[in-house]
């Protein structure tokens, strides 16, 4: 059975060597829709894949971390990059140019991984990511899967080359929280009441 998340965020990019000159030289913006899709051949306890409340938490966080943030390719011109750095307190460097199908791939690992690493206490069994959708806009969207999201073909995505700015990190609930994540903490959902 498969569910689905939907969460929202605001985010500003250039994606360098696209075919259009206002999106490979223009810093710009998107309304961003990102639906997390989960899966299990199992129910919890309480008759579900995933209580859509522990996506509140910890995945919410890691996503809203794109949220009035500037997502930067960490290979992108020095000057560039040095700019965002200095003029904006929220940034995201990532290892990959930030288009929408990277954004899925980028997701997709990242929140695999935390469910890699998360210790679920209701019954939970089997639960892994089946696929991302990020909606770039209202007409145009880029689905992942896993054979993408971990694809050598569309550039590799080593989540220790992520880096978060101190501001984003510092409005997260544990500001530890991806350190824990890159040094394989387990993170453990509550306890049903």
Not at 114 to 136: F, R
Not at 178 to 193: A, G, I, M, Q, Y
Request: aromatic share 10%; net charge negative.
């Amino acid at each position: 059975m498969i569910i689905r998340k939907l969460f929202k965020f605001e985010n500003a990019h250039v994606v360098r060597g696209c075919t259009s000159e206002r999106c490979k030289y223009s810093i710009h913006g998107h309304s961003y829709k990102v639906e997390l899709l989960l899966e299990s051949n199992y129910l919890d306890y309480g008759q579900m894949v995933y209580d859509f409340g522990l996506t509140k938490q910890m995945m919410k966080e890691l996503i809203d971390a794109f949220d009035h943030a500037t997502a930067i390719w960490n290979q992108d011109d020095k000057s560039y990059i040095d700019a965002i750095k200095t003029h904006s307190l929220r940034w995201v460097s990532l290892p990959v140019s930030p288009s929408a199908e990277q954004f899925s791939r980028v997701i997709f690992v990242i929140i695999d991984k935390l469910l890699q690493q998360t210790k679920m206490v209701n019954g939970e069994k089997e639960v892994k990511i089946h696929s991302v959708i990020v909606h770039e806009t209202d007409t145009g969207y880029a689905q992942g899967f896993r054979e993408d999201a971990y694809s050598p073909l569309m550039g590799e995505i080593n989540l220790k080359e992520i880096d978060f700015s101190s501001q984003v990190k510092k409005e997260w609930s544990d500001p530890l929280m991806w350190d824990k994540l890159l040094s394989n903490e387990t993170f453990v959902n509550p306890t049903p009441n």
